[in-house]
């Protein structure tokens, strides 16, 4: 084993959905395609060094201290090692840290997963001698990392990206997100969003919780169908530079991946009063305005404020002005499109 094999370190961004992911088919497989893009200051920054040992155990860091999150990664090792074989004849030690506050509500779970699966495909390419810098390197990291949260497998690409099986591509399946990087109308190379902070608390309900409620959900075909239709017009809106169908594809994603979980069963609500508050003053700030704005919401209380560059100053300003005091301790996080994942050195 050459000294680049033992150790690999990697900063990976999270993403935010435009087109949500939500309910599965199969095990880390997506019930519906998605179209994300990853932020430039959101992101975890992890190092795996291969030990003595040979039963995958995990010492897990974060922030410099012991942390219990290693058990969730020796369950992931278990998964994986059988397209990992070299994973059994290891023990790990994983440091890792985020660039965003860990009480701040965001989902750290792409760019973790992300981070973790780019050091073990640089340690897999190196141990079998391949060169790191074909297609084949990203597609695999973005395989191993949706097995070990789907949304992960968007978070390895640059700017766009888009998962599962879709008319739009015919390599886009399943298995590993593809980048969306030919023809994108330069208006999204400036896209921005503004994070704003609502609750910190711990969600009522997980991820994994609220995609299972989608096998049984009433309208498990109608959201199959929304979400193929809204892919298919939000590409296009992409490539002609039409934002105001953007909006409207990007606003009917975030309500619907919402509505999905107040009608399961059983249903459960992430959005909080302020959430609505921020969502009711952002179309109202667009409509007298003129300014192409928008939000998006993961699966919390959040709320993702999208603009465009040229408009900065001024949705700056509103958001001081009108959405700040309805953020938790007046929080949010200034972020934008990112330039994807990057290998750090010792
Ligand atoms: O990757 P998971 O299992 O945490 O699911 C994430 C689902 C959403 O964030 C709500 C949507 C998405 O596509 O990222």
Same mark, same amino acid.
């Given at each position: 084993?050459?000294?680049?094999?033992?150790?690999?370190?990697?900063?990976?961004?999270?993403?935010?959905?435009?087109?949500?992911?939500?309910?599965?088919?199969?095990?880390?497989?997506?019930?519906?395609?998605?179209?994300?893009?990853?932020?430039?200051?959101?992101?975890?920054?992890?190092?795996?060094?291969?030990?003595?040992?040979?039963?995958?155990?995990?010492?897990?860091?974060?922030?410099?201290?012991?942390?219990?999150?290693?058990?969730?990664?020796?369950?992931?090792?278990?998964?994986?090692?059988?397209?990992?074989?070299?994973?059994?004849?290891?023990?790990?030690?994983?440091?890792?840290?985020?660039?965003?506050? &860990?009480?701040?509500? /965001? =989902?750290?779970?792409?760019?973790?997963?992300?981070? +973790?699966? @780019?050091? %073990?495909?640089?340690? *897999?390419?190196?141990?079998?001698?391949?060169?790191?810098?074909?297609?084949?390197?990203?597609?695999?990291?973005?395989?191993?990392?949706?097995?070990?949260?789907?949304?992960?497998?968007?978070?390895?690409?640059?700017?766009?990206?888009?998962?599962?099986?879709?008319?739009?591509?015919?390599?886009?399946?399943?298995?590993?997100?593809?980048?969306?990087?030919?023809?994108?109308?330069?208006?999204?190379?400036?896209?921005?969003?503004?994070?704003?902070?609502?609750?910190?608390?711990?969600?009522?309900?997980?991820?994994?919780?609220?995609?299972?409620?989608?096998?049984?959900?009433?309208? &498990?075909?109608?959201? /199959? =169908?929304?979400?193929?239709?809204?892919?298919?017009? +939000?590409? @296009?809106? %992409?490539?002609?530079? *039409?934002?105001?169908?953007?909006?409207?594809?990007?606003?009917?994603?975030?309500?619907?991946?919402?509505?999905?979980?107040?009608?399961?069963?059983?249903?459960?609500?992430?959005?909080?009063?302020?959430?609505?508050?921020?969502?009711?003053?952002?179309?109202?700030?667009?409509?007298?305005?003129?300014?192409?704005?928008?939000?998006?919401?993961?699966?919390?209380?959040?709320?993702?404020?999208?603009?465009?560059?040229?408009?900065?100053?001024?949705?700056?300003?509103?958001?001081?002005?009108?959405?700040?005091?309805?953020?938790?301790?007046?929080?949010?996080?200034?972020?934008?499109?990112?330039?994807?994942?990057?290998?750090?050195?010792?």
């Amino acid at each position: 084993m050459t000294g680049t094999a033992k150790r690999a370190r990697w900063r990976c961004p999270s993403n935010i959905a435009l087109v949500k992911y939500w309910g599965k088919r199969n095990f880390q497989k997506p019930m519906n395609p998605s179209l994300s893009f990853v932020l430039g200051n959101s992101f975890t920054e992890t190092s795996v060094e291969l030990v003595k040992g040979s039963e995958h155990k995990v010492e897990f860091f974060f922030d410099g201290l012991a942390n219990n999150f290693g058990e969730r990664i020796e369950k992931y090792l278990d998964h994986i090692s059988a397209r990992l074989h070299w994973i059994d004849k290891f023990n790990f030690r994983i440091h890792s840290r985020n660039s965003f506050p &860990h009480s701040a509500g /965001i =989902a750290s779970s792409a760019s973790s997963f992300g981070a +973790l699966a @780019l050091c %073990l495909t640089e340690i *897999d390419f190196a141990l079998s001698g391949k060169e790191m810098n074909g297609s084949d390197f990203l597609q695999k990291a973005s395989d191993l990392a949706r097995m070990g949260s789907g949304s992960a497998c968007r978070s390895v690409y640059p700017g766009f990206s888009i998962w599962g099986s879709t008319q739009l591509f015919e390599s886009c399946g399943d298995e590993f997100a593809i980048p969306l990087t030919e023809g994108i109308h330069p208006f999204f190379s400036g896209l921005r969003d503004a994070i704003l902070l609502v609750d910190s608390g711990a969600k009522e309900v997980s991820s994994s919780a609220g995609h299972r409620l989608m096998d049984e959900h009433l309208y &498990h075909r109608s959201r /199959i =169908a929304q979400a193929h239709e809204n892919i298919n017009r +939000l590409y @296009l809106a %992409l490539l002609t530079g *039409d934002r105001a169908k953007f909006i409207d594809v990007v606003e009917n994603e975030a309500l619907s991946l919402h509505a999905m979980m107040m009608t399961s069963n059983p249903s459960f609500i992430l959005l909080k009063p302020n959430s609505l508050e921020i969502i009711s003053r952002i179309r109202r700030f667009r409509e007298r305005s003129k300014i192409p704005v928008c939000f998006t919401i993961d699966a919390g209380p959040n709320i993702h404020l999208l603009y465009f560059q040229e408009h900065e100053l001024d949705v700056k300003a509103f958001v001081e002005r009108e959405l700040l005091v309805f953020c938790e301790n007046g929080k949010w996080i200034d972020d934008q499109i990112g330039a994807g994942p990057e290998r750090l050195k010792d």
